[in-house]
Structures are given as structure tokens and as C-alpha cells.
């Protein structure tokens, strides 16, 4: 709860912060244009105040996309089938696992129903894990996904049981030890030179935002597993 607090209010101020600078951003946009006008059309300074505003445009998409992360929008849940999710993100990282020799596997369970859930934001949480998951093999190694429908389970003690759908994403990278657990949910934890320490945070925001949950175990030297539950919600078929 005291996490969730934490990232609420995170959120709040950086997408003040990202707002507040937009909107300098906008003017110095507006006045490099119109200088640019004033420009022959051959001259070297053009060229230049063309890359400011083409600079300016790519801070603008930085700052969207920082503030959708901080602050997402409400989910937009849908029925969507997991397969078709999780095998649109191997496919964009398939590329760099085979580079670096990571086998993949995919279990499926046969007639596993659809989930309920906002897709673009289940999206980012498996691409998150996807990537946590590369980082912790740098020599390579096994990424498995399984799932399943679980009946009997549910994802809080107060939801009615209408079971739950688990998603288990486990690696066999370098693991993550006993103290470092308490700590990869929370914003801004990472131990990677070039990591933001956000994915988690971020995923754990949005499972949450959608009624689900993760939960992690992990070995030092074996590897990891995040566990994913989604509630099972029953699709209403009228053909
Ligand atoms: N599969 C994993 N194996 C080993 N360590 C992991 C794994 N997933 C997460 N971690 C640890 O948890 C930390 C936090 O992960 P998180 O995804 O939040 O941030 P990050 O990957 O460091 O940065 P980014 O914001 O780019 O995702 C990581 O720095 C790493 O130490
Ligand atoms: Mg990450």
C-alpha cells in the first residue's frame, strides 16, 4: 500500500514536472519556426533551426511517453487472448533473445480462456519482464512462459472465486538475492548501470490498476519467476 502511495504521488508530480515543461518547449517550438521563415531557403542556418524544432519534437514524444508511464491512463479492459499478446512481444525482442543465444519457450494450456484485461497496458507489464528477464542473461539461458487457468485460486482474498489465470514468466539469469527482493518493486530501484528502475514499479502499478497482482521468486545463480494473476472474468458469447 505504503509503495502504491508512493508511486501515486511520484506520478502526480512528474506529470506535473513533464506538463510544466511542455509547455516552454511549445514556445521555443513557435519562435523557431518563425525565424526559420525568415531564412533564403539555401542558408546553413535553416538547417539548424530545423533540427531544434525536430529536437524539440522528440522531447515532446519523450515527455507523452514518460507521462503515460508515470501516470497511466484508467484501463480500458477488453477480452484478448494471451497467445496472441505474449507472441506479439517475443516477437519484437525475438531478434535480440537469438542474438544472444536465449531459448524460448511458450506453454499455452489448451482452451485457456480469453482474459479480461487492458491490452496495451498488459503489453507493456510482459514487455517489462521480457527485458528484466534479457538483462539477467547476458551469456544466454532459458526464458519460459507458462500459464494457466486455476479454478479454485483467486487473486485477492475478497474476490468472489471464479478462479484465475496465471501467467508465470521465469528466466534462468543471474537470480536476485534475499535483500534486493524487498526492493525491485519499488520506483527507481535498479542495480543495472543503465537502468531507470521503473519497469517493475510501473508493471506492479498497472497488474494492480486492472484487479491483478505479480509476485516473484528467484534464486541467486538459478534464476527468477514472476508470477502473474489475473481474476478470471467469464466472456458473455451471444452469437
Ligand atoms: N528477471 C530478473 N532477474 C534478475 N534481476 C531482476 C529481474 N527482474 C528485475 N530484476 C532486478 O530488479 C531491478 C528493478 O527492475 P526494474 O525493471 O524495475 O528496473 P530496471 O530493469 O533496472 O530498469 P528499467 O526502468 O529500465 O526497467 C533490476 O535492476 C534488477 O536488479
Ligand atoms: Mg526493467
Known amino acids: ?21 511542455r509547455n516552454p518547449l511549445a514556445g521555443i517550438k513557435t519562435s523557431a519556426q518563425v525565424l526559420e521563415e525568415s531564412f533564403s531557403p539555401g542558408d546553413f542556418r535553416s538547417q539548424l533551426v530545423s533540427r531544434i524544432v525536430k529536437e524539440i ?4 514524444k519523450l515527455l507523452q511517453r514518460f507521462f503515460n508511464f508515470a501516470k497511466p491512463n484508467r484501463p480500458k479492459p477488453g477480452f484478448h487472448s494471451l497467445k496472441n499478446i505474449v507472441d506479439g512481444v517475443f516477437l519484437l525482442l525475438a531478434p535480440r ?17 480469453n482474459i479480461y484485461i487492458d491490452e ?16 539477467a542473461m547476458p551469456d544466454g539461458g532459458n526464458l519460459n512462459v507458462k500459464t494457466w487457468y486455476d479454478k479454485s ?54 497488474l494492480e490498476e486492472n484487479q491483478s497482482k505479480i509476485e516473484v521468486n528467484s534464486v541467486p545463480g538459478e534464476g527468477s519467476a514472476f508470477k502473474i494473476m489475473l481474476p478470471f472474468v467469464q466472456e458473455d458469447r451471444q452469437e
Do not use: W
Request: charged share 30%; with cysteine.
Open 97 to 113: 533473445l537469438m542474438k544472444r543465444k536465449i531459448e524460448y519457450s511458450c506453454e499455452i494450456e489448451e482452451g485457456l480462456p
Open 153 to 206: 485460486g483467486r487473486v485477492m482474498a475478497e474476490q468472489e472465486s471464479k478462479g484465475v489465470v496465471i501467467i508465470l514468466i521465469s528466466d534462468t539469469g543471474k537470480g536476485i538475492s534475499q535483500e534486493k527482493l524487498e526492493r525491485i518493486f519499488d520506483p527507481f530501484y535498479t542495480s543495472k548501470s543503465d537502468g531507470v528502475g521503473l519497469g517493475l514499479s510501473i508493471s506492479s502499478r498497472l
Open 57 to 60: 519534437d522528440r522531447s515532446n
Open 120 to 135: 496495451s497496458q498488459f503489453e507493456q507489464v510482459i514487455l517489462n519482464l521480457f527485458l528484466n528477464a534479457y538483462d
Open 1 to 21: 500500500m505504503e509503495r502504491m502511495d508512493r508511486l501515486a504521488t511520484l506520478g502526480e508530480l512528474s506529470a506535473g514536472i513533464a506538463h510544466e515543461i
